[in-house]
Structures are given as structure tokens and as C-alpha cells.
């Protein structure tokens, strides 16, 4: 069992920046791929960024591409995500997702893939 606890979520001016931070408990992340999701009031949960269990590989969403930075801290048991010159579209519920049974390079982009899920933190951005 994994639990997870996002942190890091605030009010934000346009083109300012962010960092939200995910930690695990229960278990550590290795062996796990990470996902942040997001979820807009009246909107799907869509993916944002992904990382391998290695941490060598990432994947971003297109409207985050070069906005955002996904890492981790393995020692740590953290996976981070960067976020600069915010918009207010970005404003959403930020999700943190490990998904387990993964292979080294795996970069998990799907949801309904994901096996643990945090309760969420809330990223507003104002224009």
C-alpha cells in the first residue's frame, strides 16, 4: 500500500511559478512509475507529466511542454514538478499517481493506469 501526499498548491499571479511536491509513505517509490494529473471543476482528469522509475525518462502533456519540469528523489522518496510561467487554464486540482509493476523506463501517461493517487492540491492561477 502507498500513500500518497501532494503539497506545494497555492494562488498564483499569471506567469509566476509553482513547485508541487509528492511524497510517499507506506512503501517507497522505487519501482514505481509518477504521474501528476490535473482536474479543472467540470473537466476530466487529464495527464500532465510522467516519469520512469529510473527517473531518465519523462513525458509531458503538450500544453505544459517547456512550462514544466517533472523529477525525483529517489533517496528521498519525492517526485517533484516544476511549474513556471503559469497560465490561468492552469488553474486545476494537481494530482500526484504512482503506478507499480513497471519497467525501468516505463513512463505511465493513462489514468486508469495508475494504481494510488493522492488526494490532491489546488493550483489557481489569477489573470
Known amino acids: 500500500q502507498v500513500q500518497l501526499v501532494e503539497s506545494g498548491g497555492g494562488l498564483v499571479q499569471a506567469g509566476g511559478s509553482l513547485r508541487l511536491s509528492c511524497g510517499a509513505s507506506?512503501?517507497?517509490?522505487?519501482?514505481?512509475?509518477v504521474g501528476w494529473f490535473r482536474q479543472a471543476p467540470g473537466k476530466a482528469r487529464y495527464f500532465v507529466a510522467g516519469i520512469s522509475w529510473s527517473g531518465s525518462r519523462t513525458s509531458y502533456a503538450d500544453s505544459v511542454k517547456g512550462r514544466f519540469t517533472i523529477s525525483r528523489e529517489n533517496g528521498k522518496n519525492t517526485v517533484s514538478l516544476q511549474m513556471n510561467s503559469l497560465k490561468p487554464e492552469d488553474t486545476a486540482v494537481y494530482y500526484c499517481a504512482a503506478k507499480t509493476r513497471v519497467g525501468y523506463e516505463h513512463v505511465g501517461e493513462i489514468a486508469d493506469d495508475f494504481d494510488y493517487w493522492g488526494q490532491g492540491t489546488q493550483v489557481t492561477v489569477s489573470s
Open positions: 507506506g512503501r517507497t517509490f522505487s519501482g514505481c512509475a
